[in-house]
């Protein structure tokens, strides 16, 4: 009998990556990490990928007899949405046409596309590896056959005064506190079935934050709702709408399987006006 294998995602694309970028070389060992070894890879920010629910990372460095390495992460998401997700967790950087949403800052290229979330930086700033970085991602880019769908939740946000750089998608409590606090417990029911957009607003001068979470079920939204005025907003009134003692206005409201809040409105007007404009 033969015993049959399947390649995974990771090894398609493994298969035709560069060995040579310019005067880089690939060393002769990749490595593969899932998700219990990442932990041992990235250093302090593993969790996030976990929390997306990354199935596979495949790192390649490249090495120059006179620049620094140059090191290629392919993230195997499993799915667009969570390399979008995992994407927004950090948009810092200059736009470039590279991928899906590419973005560069000094030392690091990253871009999602379809499953994947594609990272390469060189160790330190050097005009040559910056080069052979830019090559490699046009290489990574066209090796990637097909473009993601972004999660349909972002088609609920309003529109006037989205800052589009703030987005921020997740499923998980953790990565919704470290872009903005809610509570030591999970008082929104977050989990991997659940959807949630966070984003900021500038209108008139005036800059709140919108998050939307959206449930598989009637229950599971109601209880979100029940539960963040009874811990986050114990003095909402009949509407939903409290002025918080740091003097900025919160809201929520619920609609079906969609719970609205907003955060840290400047005004109550602002706060009332992104409730109504939820798509």
Known sequence: M??????????????MLPQQIG??????QDR????????????????????????????RRYTAPNGPAIILDIFDMGSSKDAFGVFTHDTDGDEIDMGQD????????NFWKDRFFVSIYMEEEHEAAE???????????????KKGARPGILLKLPVQGLQAASVRYLHHPMVLNYHYFISDQNILNISEHTEVVLATYTINGE?????????????AADDAYSNFLKHYLPDAD????????????????????LLSIVLDADSRHLAEHLLRSVR
């Not at 005067?23 to 002769?28: H, T």
């Not at 219990?36 to 495949?58: L, P, R, S, W």
Request: a neutral charge.
């Open 2 to 15: 033969t015993q049959t294998s399947y390649a995974t995602p990771v090894d398609e694309l493994r298969s």
């Open 23 to 28: 005067d880089w070389s690939a060393e002769a």
């Open 32 to 59: 593969i990490f899932d998700p219990t070894t990442i932990f041992g890879y990235i250093d302090g920010g593993a969790e996030v990928y976990k929390a997306y629910n990354m199935k596979q990372c495949f790192s």
């Open 102 to 109: 590419g973005r560069f800052r000094p030392g690091w290229l």
């Open 131 to 145: 080069k052979a970085v830019f090559d490699l991602g046009k290489r990574v880019d066209g090796i990637i056959a």
């Open 207 to 219: 800059e709140a934050r919108l998050l939307l979470a959206a449930y598989l079920g009637l229950d």
């Open 238 to 257: 009949r509407s939903g709408m409290a002025l918080l003692e740091n003097k900025k206005w919160s809201a929520i409201q619920v609609n079906g399987r």
